[in-house]
């Protein structure tokens, strides 16, 4: 982001190429002033949310137990725990929305029986999108994690065995999965998003290439379609990692969370927390040295969300053949 | 008036067709089996296409109508005629692709080797594998390396070959399409690596790895320099010895080069429906066009 934004800095700053000779207009001139001036601006904000969760949270690294919240002996063991789950919650969303988003894009592109239908379809996805977080909440609360509990009381009966279902299930359905699913909801938008932009950029040559071939409409989507959109399938689940990582209000207002639990159990009436919603959560009745325990936190999630888009963007290359 | 033979024609250009214009006779000499065409011990399907009544449309525009045409087998038929006749659209209409574009239909009856591809209950995918197509601009899988387009369409329906099987198909139908020599030691390298006359020829290769009867063929040398044009061209009559070979074409001097049939076609004007004005031996339709429209465009006195 800030590199990207310096670079368009510096590129603003050389004199336009085939533009008159003798120099810019004073309107073009005060245009790349404004472009420099705005690219800097986003770099300096970035620069100093850095380093205000440095210097108000560099201390709590090293902090013992008296300055840090939920009883925790030192910062990694506070951390570790709500690192954990954060990946854990985000990672689940991820797993559940991945195939819906790529078939509601299918649907709305090359399935759509007419370009009306493929709006639509746009339009009511792009408007799942524009719910607030705490309506999700709510609904996850009141209507999903009740509606959950028979089902893992199934799943604890016949997949037992399995760590992810051992254990006791919880009778109130406020559990990781649950959380996992309303993150799901949230980040399928996006993905969704994502997926149908790449994929109508697919050449109408190759799908006619495929179809001459002989291919059915499925066929010439696993040829034609789906590898070459393989960047943007990626680009939109870092996406959506991204946001299911930072999710806040929805995973706060859902899980029943036990702070320094780490455990696989997705059922289970004892969760691990998020760092967001850990923060969220605990804020309120912090002071001090617990509050920069805080946002030594939230460092971390910074960190690890960098990782993530990082590591999407390695992917996204990677992903197309040359 | 009775079409003659000239007696300088070759055995490759000794193959007839019926005309939407036509005679009696002219049908009579496509029906008779023609000696020296196709290769020895073919079997009776020869790849030969009647078009009956063809009529097609985008949405409720008509933009072909009433074509009725012989095509006959293991021989290239050219169609020509200025832009927006139709001639590319019938040609899709053939292997059913015209139908892909949403809203758009043919009406009529095509007939291979006498099996009408129009009929209810025949499925257009199956058509397709037995009508390949090669396009105006190459299109190659960026995705997939030189070998894997070859096996393009074996791959699509889930029935990838494997080790010898593979390499045998991929040989055959690269050296089928002149390119084997150019790249066989860069097999795994991506499609897209190859220059654009490469790919059309790659496309051809593709296309002919499906074992089809027909290969249709959209314009398949404008994109190109002309000595890849004549890369392709030479492929073309090569073909022809296996395949019915159709091509759309703007190029006047390439459909004498290389044709055996040449279908005129044109419109009243813009926004009129494309009509089959006058189709024949590719001799004759040079030589002595029987309607002044094809004599006019074939000389270049067009409008």
């Not at chain 1, 207009?25 to 440095?54: D, Y």
């Not at chain 1, 709590?60 to 002996?73: M, V």
């Not at chain 1, 399995?162 to 996006?190: D, N, Y």
Request: charged content about 15%.
């Amino acid at each position: 982001m800030s590199v990207s934004a310096l670079d368009l800095a510096q590129g603003a700053g050389r004199a336009p190429v085939g533009g008159p000779a003798g120099g810019a207009t004073p309107g073009e001139r005060g245009f790349a002033g404004a472009m420099k001036g705005a690219a800097i601006a986003v770099a300096l904000v970035l620069v100093g949310v850095l380093i205000f969760l440095a210097v108000r949270g560099g201390p709590a690294f090293f902090a013992g137990a008296a300055d840090l919240p939920a009883h925790a002996g030192n910062f990694l063991s506070l951390a570790a725990p709500l690192a954990f789950g954060s990946l854990w919650v985000a990672v689940i969303a991820l797993a559940v929305a991945s195939l819906p988003s790529i078939g509601v894009a299918l649907a709305a592109t090359i399935y759509a029986p007419s370009a009306r239908f493929g709006r639509l379809l746009g339009a009511v996805l792009d408007l799942l999108a524009a719910v607030p977080s705490v309506v999700f909440g709510l609904w996850g609360l009141m209507v999903l994690a009740p509606a959950m509990v028979p089902l893992y009381d199934w799943a604890h009966q016949h997949l037992g065995w399995l760590p992810f279902f051992a254990g006791q299930p919880s009778v109130t359905g406020r559990t990781v999965l649950t959380a996992g699913l309303v993150v799901a909801v949230m980040i399928l938008p996006i993905m969704a998003a994502m997926c149908r932009e790449s994929f109508a950029l697919t050449p109408p040559a190759l799908m006619e290439a495929a179809y001459a071939l002989g291919a059915t409409r499925w066929e010439m989507v696993r040829t034609a379609v789906l590898p070459v959109a393989r960047s943007g399938i990626v680009a939109g689940g870092m996406l959506g990692l991204g946001r299911a990582l930072g999710e806040t209000m929805a995973v706060a207002m859902v899980l029943s969370a036990t702070p320094g639990l780490i455990s696989v159990n997705v059922i289970s009436a004892e969760n691990p927390s998020t760092i967001a919603a850990f923060i969220a959560s605990t804020f309120p009745e912090s002071t001090g040295s617990k509050v920069s325990a805080l946002i030594a936190l939230g460092l971390v999630l910074f960190a690890i969300s960098l990782v993530v888009s990082i590591l999407g963007r390695r992917f996204a290359k990677t992903g197309v053949a040359k | 008036m009775t079409a003659t033979v000239p007696n300088s024609m070759t055995n490759s250009k000794a193959v007839a067709a019926a005309t939407a214009t036509g005679t009696a006779q002219d049908a009579a000499r496509l029906a008779a089996p023609t000696p020296g065409v196709g290769s020895p011990g073919a079997h009776a399907a020869v790849g030969s296409m009647s078009i009956d009544n063809v009529s097609c449309f985008y949405g409720s525009h008509l933009a072909v109508a009433d074509v009725s045409l012989e095509i006959p087998g293991r021989a290239v038929t050219a169609f020509i005629g200025p832009s927006g006749c139709g001639k590319s659209t019938l040609l899709r209409a053939i292997n059913r692709m015209h139908e892909v574009i949403p809203g758009a239909k043919a009406v009529g009856s095509i007939k291979l080797d006498g099996v009408d591809l129009y009929t209810k209950g025949i499925d257009p995918v199956s058509v397709r594998s037995k009508v390949g197509m090669v396009f105006q601009k190459p299109n190659p899988f960026p995705a997939m390396s030189i070998k894997d387009n070859v096996l393009a369409g074996l791959i699509i329906r889930g029935a990838r070959p494997r080790g010898s099987a593979a390499d045998e198909l991929v040989e055959r139908c690269l050296t089928r399409a002149h390119l084997w020599d150019e790249v066989k030691d860069r097999l795994k390298k991506s499609g897209d690596s190859l220059s654009g006359g490469q790919q059309q020829r790659l496309c051809i290769a593709r296309a002919i790895a499906v074992q089809p009867d027909v290969v249709l063929m959209d314009e398949p040398c404008s994109a190109l320099d002309p000595i890849s044009t004549l890369a392709i061209e030479e492929l073309m009559r090569d073909l022809a010895r296996d395949y019915t070979v159709v091509v759309v074409t703007h190029n006047m001097a390439q459909a004498n080069r290389i044709s055996d049939v040449t279908a005129f076609f044109s419109l009243a004007s813009a926004g009129q429906p494309g009509r089959l004005v006058e189709a024949g031996l590719t001799t004759d339709i040079f030589s002595a066009p029987k309607v002044t429209a094809t004599r006019d465009y074939i000389d270049g006195r067009f409008g």
